[in-house]
């Protein structure tokens, strides 16, 4: 999904929205390639710019987060260290039922 605020519009704003579903896509694809492992962001843009064109962590964050409210993310208590040597959040795909 992608958070239009910065008012785009048109082809433009197509574009954005296009490029904001892939890149869900793309982590979701990540999560698939090691399902048994939590991982936080900073883990999961460092895959995804050594597999795709360059995106910021921040934006990696923002998939994540709209891909656990579509629940095709889980959310861990498993912590990791961050990119700043901060324990960060993991988060997992789904235990399949």
Same mark, same amino acid.
């Given at each position: 999904?992608?958070? =239009? !605020?910065?008012?785009?519009? %048109? !082809? ?5 929205? !296009?490029? @904001? ?7 979701? &694809? ?9 991982? %936080?962001?900073?883990?999961? @843009? ?8 360059? @995106?910021?962590?921040?934006? *990696?964050?923002? @998939? *994540? ?9 889980? &959310?861990?208590?498993?912590?990791? *260290? %961050? %990119? ?5 959040? !993991?988060?997992?795909?789904? =235990?399949?039922?």
């Amino acid at each position: 999904m992608y958070r =239009n !605020t910065n008012n785009e519009t %048109g !082809t433009t704003l197509q574009i954005s929205r !296009t490029k @904001a579903e892939t890149q869900e896509d793309r982590v979701l &694809k990540i999560y698939k390639l090691v399902p048994d492992r939590p991982m %936080g962001p900073n883990i999961v @843009a460092k895959m995804y710019n050594n597999h795709y064109p360059a @995106a910021p962590v921040t934006s *990696i964050r923002r @998939a *994540i987060t709209d891909l656990t409210v579509q629940d095709k993310l889980v &959310k861990t208590n498993v912590m990791e *260290i %961050g %990119g700043y040597g901060k324990d960060e959040h !993991t988060w997992r795909l789904p =235990n399949e039922e």
